[in-house]
Nanobody, 122 residues
Framework: QVQLVESGGGLVQAGGSLRLSCAAS????????LGWFRQAPGKERELVAV???????YYADSVKGRFTISRDNAKNTVYLQMNSLKPEDTAVYYC????????????????WGQGTQVTVSS
């Protein structure tokens, strides 16, 4: 009965900011690692950022210094703050979850949200 629901996507101009949210239910949130992945048309799904149950974070080199992943266990929500957005950030962004240990490989995550579109214009 695990469910992940993303929100916050939309259209933004280059250099702008956007914050994505992912609300989780049906799991013991504090015991799960969470991740954000993205997929652009014609491209494979790729890691954006992950956060462990203990709050340890890992970022793809392409977003390091611009994006921040965080979690609020009281709200069962994980966030992705995206600053200094570039057109190449345009993609569908997905929230994912797995119990305990976090990984950077999307294949390790059994639970996924439906995705939210982020479009960055020039």
């Amino acid at each position: 009965q695990v469910q992940l629901v993303e929100s916050g996507g939309g259209l933004v101009q280059a250099g702008g900011s956007l914050r994505l949210s992912c609300a989780a239910s049906g799991l013991t949130f504090s015991s799960y690692a969470l991740g954000w992945f993205r997929q652009a048309p014609g491209k494979e799904r790729e890691l954006v950022a992950v956060i462990s149950a203990g709050g340890i974070t890992y970022y793809a080199d392409s977003v390091k210094g611009r994006f921040t992943i965080s979690r609020d266990n009281a709200k069962n929500t994980v966030y992705l703050q995206m600053n200094s957005l570039k057109p190449e950030d345009t993609a569908v962004y997905y929230c994912a979850a797995r119990a305990l240990t976090y990984y950077t490989d999307s294949n390790r995550y059994p639970y996924w949200g439906q995705g939210t579109q982020v479009t960055v214009s020039s």
